[in-house]
């Protein structure tokens, strides 16, 4: 079974400082890797994925995310916070096994608040 | 290119009533999953249709049900209502022949129950 935990339900930042969102999952096979952004009262928007190759993938808004496989982990980072990113934000796991019919398992989310 | 389109929006509803939930796949997806999203917590994979089958299903009730139509575009069902079942229902379309199965959400339907 697969599950994600997304490490501090909520993150202050000033704008232009350093975002990082910490995610680990847990899979039994390799995983595809998600990360998604939700604005208030909004559905969720692809912010980048990992499905093979280049462990450090570039999303959109200036987010990236490191895959690493020893750490179980696929932390999200923007080096420098705009007060548009102000948001909550979800990890989400998928297995590439045929069987599982990739289904995603979300994290409980993170809500970043950005300070001016 | 049109996303994916849920309706209705929001919805209040009472314990015990039914309700029906709709969702347009983006264009050219074949495959519809939905998830529950109740407050402060993340999505929960509830079911997929495929080929007009449901393919997989998650930890929920048989109270929940779908369909898919020949269009590709779905229905959820929730019969006997509970006060538990109020949350943001989200539909994700995907292409099933893409190789990694990346979904894109619906803006969700808002589901109150009294």
């Known amino acids: 079974a697969q599950s994600v935990t997304q490490l501090g339900s909520h993150v202050s930042v000033s704008e232009g400082a350093l975002v990082l969102l910490r995610c680990n999952y847990s899979s039994s096979v390799p995983p595809y890797l998600f990360w998604y952004v939700q604005y208030p009262n909004q559905g969720l928007q692809l912010l980048l994925k990992y499905t093979t190759g280049a462990t450090l993938v570039k999303g959109i808004n200036g987010f990236e995310a490191e895959f690493k496989k020893s750490e179980t982990s696929f932390h999200l980072t923007k080096p420098s916070a705009h007060m548009s990113d102000a948001a909550e934000y979800f990890c989400?796991?998928?297995?590439?096994?045929?069987?599982?019919?990739?289904?995603?398992?979300f994290g409980k989310g993170t809500l970043l608040t950005v300070n001016p | 290119d049109a996303g994916v389109t849920q309706s209705p929006t929001h919805l209040i509803k009472t314990r015990g009533q039914q309700v029906t939930l709709r969702c347009s796949p983006k264009s050219g997806h074949d495959t519809v999953s939905w998830y529950q999203q109740a407050l402060g917590q993340g999505p929960q994979f509830i079911f997929q249709?495929?080929?007009?089958?449901?393919?997989q299903r998650g930890n929920f009730p048989d109270r929940f049900s779908g369909h898919q139509f020949p269009n590709y575009s779905s229905e959820l069902n929730v019969n006997a209502l509970l006060l538990g079942d109020s949350a943001l229902y989200l539909c994700?379309?995907?292409?099933?022949?893409?190789?990694?199965?990346?979904?894109?959400f619906g803006p969700g339907t808002r589901l109150t129950v009294t």
């Open positions: 249709y495929y080929e007009e089958e449901e393919r």
């Open positions: 989400a796991v998928s297995d590439r096994s045929g069987g599982s019919n990739y289904k995603l398992t």
């Open positions: 994700a379309s995907s292409l099933r022949d893409r190789g990694f199965y990346e979904q894109y």
